[in-house]
């Protein structure tokens, strides 16, 4: 997995470099050691070797349950250092696999969205991060990414898209156990969409503009 990982991340910055005007903000705020949770907006399918090749340590994503289906699809995924979620529920498998992860010293990616959004704005969450982070008391390490949305098929590619990958600093939720209530799982799903909203232009907020703009405190 680590050569097939690096060899990826290596080809992905020099298709950017190539390809897209793409800039990188924030690299001295990633912990260069420890256990990390990352988190970003989902604008496109490139997303995920796009935070790979913008953050300087190996990721394990979560990704999508459907992915792993197609036997070649699988084979890439895998080796991306990828790991299977269900969507839309609770899946003990996955938070265990992550949690082992973390305990490691490990970095898991994550969208807390649950899928990409197709008017670029943020959506909703999934309470899987926030209960991944609550329980692991690992950093979060919110990310924005703007522009990949308009890597749109293969002539996109000579428009040379802007992209731009802003990396905030860590923070940490309350990992008690209370913590853990549909409420309180709820209220730290907000605030990791609020701190990743603060990384974006207002166009790409979504509900979260305003509430980035007033801010709600760091962490607990």
């Not at 949770?37 to 340590?57: E, T």
């Not at 080796?79 to 490691?104: C, I, M, N, T, W």
């Amino acid at each position: 997995m680590g050569l097939f990982y690096h060899a990826a991340t290596t080809t992905m910055k020099v298709l950017l470099f190539a390809f897209t005007r793409c800039r990188i903000e924030g690299k001295e705020n990633v912990p260069r050691s420890g256990p990390l949770i990352v988190v970003s907006n989902h604008l496109n399918n490139i997303d995920p070797p796009l935070l790979g090749a913008s953050i300087p340590r190996t990721i394990k994503f979560m990704a999508k349950q459907e992915l792993f289906e197609p036997y070649w699809v699988r084979a890439i995924v895998q080796g991306y250092g990828a790991f299977p979620v269900r969507r839309g529920k609770l899946d003990r498998k996955s938070l265990h696999k992550a949690l082992e992860q973390l305990r490691d010293g490990r970095v898991v990616g994550m969208f807390p969205e649950g899928s990409r959004s197709f008017s670029k704005q943020l959506q909703p969450p999934q309470p899987g991060t926030a209960l991944l982070a609550a329980r692991s008391g690992a950093p979060i390490l919110p990310v924005g990414i703007s522009g990949s949305d308009q890597m749109r098929g293969f002539r996109s590619i000579f428009n040379r898209p802007r992209i731009k990958v802003t990396i905030g600093r860590p923070f940490v939720l309350s990992s008690a156990e209370g913590s853990r209530t549909r409420l309180r799982l709820a209220q730290h799903s907000d605030l990791i969409m609020e701190h990743i909203a603060r990384l974006l232009p207002e166009s790409y907020r979504g509900e979260y503009g305003l509430r980035s703009e007033n801010g709600s405190g760091n962490g607990d």
